[in-house]
């Protein structure tokens, strides 16, 4: 349906370019620049013409009978405009600027009856030239992810590269071969300096406007003068000023080690498809050697004169990382895109990537767009990891669209992880032929030759009735790091190790509450469904009593209510947070191990890590020694090398089961074993220790055991059963409104005309379910009400098939009431 119309779309502009002509109004006006603004006549010649197609960034899309257009047809003035060039075209009546970029270029056929009078012209080029590859990139998720392409295409160039940051302009004036005639009436002064620019040597051209000035002994004025008059001919050229970002390559180069066998096997496997299109599936435990393999099949398409992309979790872009690539690649080869970089930094380095200077880019999400010629690789590590999926327009998932792109362009994409998505497993898991769609590779033991770390499991409710016990009447203190925990932290501590502690919720306590029960006041959000946070103050010297409440949804703040509004009774703050464990550390290892705050001990989370240069400074003191326990949320679970961590604890394991999401279980999975690999990467032994209060689940035992493969298996079947992703395939549509009726009725005519989809669907498209309308389970967020309808289907294919119908109709929009999600990771 809509692919087809898609194709269409490439002979057939013009129904639905007169539509928008029509609806977006057009004057019979050429806009070429100022000169031909009063002009009413076409230009001579239309069977010449060069028509464009843009797609509009702000994302203009229109449906009729069956068709969705998401490009606007004008007219090319200049020789240079091409496929992929940024534009500013006039638009609608007012002729107001907007910015686009070109999908298509052609000749008059791109009319397609369309009257030619009535075609406007592009206004300028702006900003850069996405290659061709992109386009057709972005054609395909606007299709995918439901969102007009030219919201696709604005995601794909970087801010700073649209607005020209840190582009210089330089003139340079030539003097003309054929110099024209004297103005007529000109002054004296005018005709003297004319003269002496006559008479000057050819060696002073070109020059700048002040250099020239200077020779000639003339003012800046009458070099303007001159200018207009024609006599100099003045050309710009943009060049950017800015500098390679500082890489921090010192210290010496770890060597090349040999492959291990596994290791080996993988980077033959993956470079036998260099040159086509395969996906490979690395499951490596932490600390196997992952990135070994990647550094080993980049260089060998490097070697075929290819580039290659890495993707990383923005959180794994530490300089350890960055090192590992600059060093075997050398830094000029190099572009690493973090969110450290300044914007004229980051616009260096993407036209480094366009000119093809840069061979390798190792950066976030986004970074799956860099512009790189001669595209060989696509590595995404940590392929498992959900910062892959952006959470607004367009919701992309950079591992899928990397995936895409190797398919459009014709390359191996090498997935990594040590516990996988089960998306991915299930893609490499072989059928009965002993085929699998991606070919499976696997490193079941550390490179290094270090054993796995030993994890115990903590019970939470056996452990506070055994710290029960013990306490004196006087311990009034909540522990949430219970005796096993505390003992090991102090004996690592003792023998000189470093440990890493995780809680996956930031703040002081997640309730606050009314003490009295026959109350029951709980403090809530006033404009979301969820309950408010306690911090603590974060001054430089750690944490202060006091603090405020905050809303994690909307951020909205206030002081801490000392009273239950409702009884009047002291306010009791309940639950756990990083913030209430630090306090708890500080309390019991400052006398004997000197922990302090932010100085021994240091709290990694979203509050104290404000940018990317704060979290490197962190890990580089945790490197050192000087920070002897990193205390934080996922973002310490990811990625981090650190020999001398002897300890890795997990303080609450289980603040991901209860989510109202299918996924909490494979979530748990990947976090308790991925923070399990940061310890014993070094000679000495590595411990980890995690608390639980249902320590029978099976993501926790079968991550304790290092046992992914039982794991996916058992949660595979799973959803097997109760035909939810990856086994079918999701769409979901939440409709938010401040009005809770206009929030359902938007949602039940959207459900409707899915509904009328799925009835139009060929009988052998398996059963298709559609769920809803029904609240989210957080239902109001910023006082919107929000509403969704599910989609499950038993292969992607049913699921576009729905969802374009609507669309073609007219009846599903993403826009700021709606937000279609097509492959969602997270369901709240
Ligand atoms: P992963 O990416 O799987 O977590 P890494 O690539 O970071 O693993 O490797 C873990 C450690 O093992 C690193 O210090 C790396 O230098 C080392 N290493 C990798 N491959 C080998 C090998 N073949 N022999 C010895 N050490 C290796
Ligand atoms: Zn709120």
């Not at 300089?319 to 600059?326: E, G, Y």
């Not at 326990?629 to 020999?643: C, H, R």
Request: net charge positive; with cysteine; charged share 25%.
């Amino acid at each position: 349906m809509y692919r087809r119309s898609r194709l269409r779309e490439a002979f057939n502009a013009s129904r639905a370019t007169n539509h928008l002509v029509a609806r977006f109004g057009a004057v019979p006006v050429l806009f070429s620049g100022v000169d031909e603004l009063f002009h009413t006549d076409p230009p001579p010649d239309f069977s010449r013409a060069r028509i464009a197609r843009v797609a509009v960034e702000r994302g203009i899309e229109s449906a009729r009978d069956g068709l969705i257009e998401h490009a606007l047809t004008y007219r090319i003035d200049d020789d240079q405009t091409a496929i992929g060039d940024r534009v500013r075209v006039p638009l609608g009546r007012g002729n107001k600027p907007a910015e686009g970029v070109v999908i298509r270029v052609g000749g008059i056929e791109l009319l397609d009856g369309l009257d030619p009078r009535k075609v406007k012209a592009i206004v300028a080029r702006t900003g850069s030239r996405l290659p061709a590859s992109l386009i057709a990139l972005a054609e395909w998720m606007a299709v995918y992810y439901v969102c007009p392409l030219g919201m696709v295409l604005a995601t794909m160039m970087p801010a700073a590269v649209k607005k020209g940051v840190g582009l210089k302009t330089t003139t340079l004036l030539q003097r003309a071969d054929a110099p024209p005639e004297l103005p007529e009436g000109s002054t004296k002064a005018f005709r003297s300096a004319w003269a002496r620019l006559l008479a000057a040597d050819t060696a002073a051209f070109p020059a700048d406007p002040r250099t020239l000035a200077a020779t000639l002994e003339l003012s800046p004025a009458a070099i303007k003068k001159l200018t207009a008059a024609g006599l100099l001919i003045a050309t710009t050229k943009r060049t950017l000023t800015s500098t390679a970002p500082q890489e921090s390559a010192s210290g010496p180069v770890a060597p090349r080690p040999t492959l291990t066998t596994e290791q080996h096997a993988a980077v033959e496997g993956v470079c036998a498809d260099l040159g086509r299109f395969h996906v490979h599936l690395l499951r490596g435990v932490t600390g196997s050697g992952k990135t070994e393999v990647y550094l080993r099949v980049i260089e060998a398409a490097m070697a075929r004169g290819k580039t290659a992309i890495v993707l990383v979790p923005e959180i794994a872009l530490t300089p350890q990382t960055s090192r590992r690539f600059l060093d075997r690649f050398g830094p000029g080869r190099v572009a690493v895109l973090h969110s450290g970089l300044t914007a004229s930094q980051r616009h260096g380095q993407w036209a480094a990537c366009a000119t093809g200077a840069v061979r390798v880019v190792v950066g976030a999400r986004s970074a799956i767009f860099a512009p790189l010629p001669d595209l060989g690789l696509i590595v995404v590590d940590e392929e498992h990891d959900s910062s892959y999926k952006q959470d607004q327009l367009p919701r992309y998932h950079a591992r899928d669209v990397a995936v895409k792109r190797g398919h459009l362009e014709g390359l191996p994409v090498l997935l990594g992880s040590a516990t996988p998505s089960l998306e991915s497993w299930a893609n490499a898991r072989v059928n009965k032929a002993g085929i699998g769609k991606y070919r499976l590779w696997t490193l079941a033991t550390r490179a290094t030759g270090a054993p796995m770390p030993p994890v115990e499991i903590v019970d939470l409710a056996m452990e506070r009735r055994v710290r029960a016990a013990q306490a004196g009447p006087g311990d009034r203190h909540l522990h949430l790091v219970g005796p096993t925990l505390e003992r090991a932290l102090g004996d690592t501590l003792d023998a000189g190790g470093q440990a890493i502690l995780l809680l996956n919720r930031r703040g002081y306590a997640n309730y606050l509450c009314c003490p009295d029960p026959k109350c029951g006041y709980l403090m809530h959000c006033r404009d979301c469904d969820a309950t408010m946070i306690y911090h603590l103050a974060d001054s430089a010297r750690g944490l202060s009593a006091g603090g405020f409440v905050r809303c994690h949804h909307c951020l909205a703040e206030q002081l801490l209510p000392r009273k239950c509004p409702d009884c009047g009774k002291a306010i009791n703050t309940f639950g756990l947070g990083t913030q209430r464990v630090e306090e708890e550390l500080e309390r019991k290892f400052a006398i004997p191990h000197g922990l302090r705050i932010g100085t021994t001990l240091l709290r990694v989370d979203g509050d104290t890590m404000r940018s990317a240069r704060d979290y490197f400074d962190a890990l580089g003191r945790f490197a050192d020694g000087s920070v002897r326990v990193l205390l934080g949320t996922q973002m310490i679970a990811k990625g981090l090398d650190f020999p001398n961590v002897r300890l890795v604890g997990v303080v609450h394991a289980d603040t991901a089961l209860s989510l109202p999401d299918f996924r909490a279980l494979e979530r748990t999975f990947q976090l308790v074993s991925q923070v399990a690999g940061r310890a014993g990467r070094g000679k000495e032994a590595g411990r980890v220790i995690v608390q639980t209060m249902e320590p029978r689940s099976p993501a926790i035992v079968l991550a304790a055991a290092h046992d992914y493969e039982k794991f996916a298996d058992q949660e595979l079947a799973i959803r097997t059963r109760a035909g939810l992703p990856p086994v079918g395939r999701m769409a979901r549509v939440v409709c938010r409104d401040e009005d809770h009726a206009k929030a359902h009725a938007s949602a039940g005519a959207i459900a409707d005309a899915l509904q009328d989809a799925i009835n139009k669907l060929p009988k052998d498209s398996g059963g298709v379910r559609l769920k809803g309308p029904m609240p989210c389970p957080i239902s109001r967020v910023a006082a919107q009400y929000r509403v969704a309808i599910e989609i499950l289907a038993q292969t992607r294919g049913v699921v576009q098939t729905v969802l374009a119908h609507a669309r073609a109709q007219g009846l599903l929009k993403s826009d700021q009431h709606t937000a279609i999600d097509v492959d969602p990771v997270a369901l709240l």
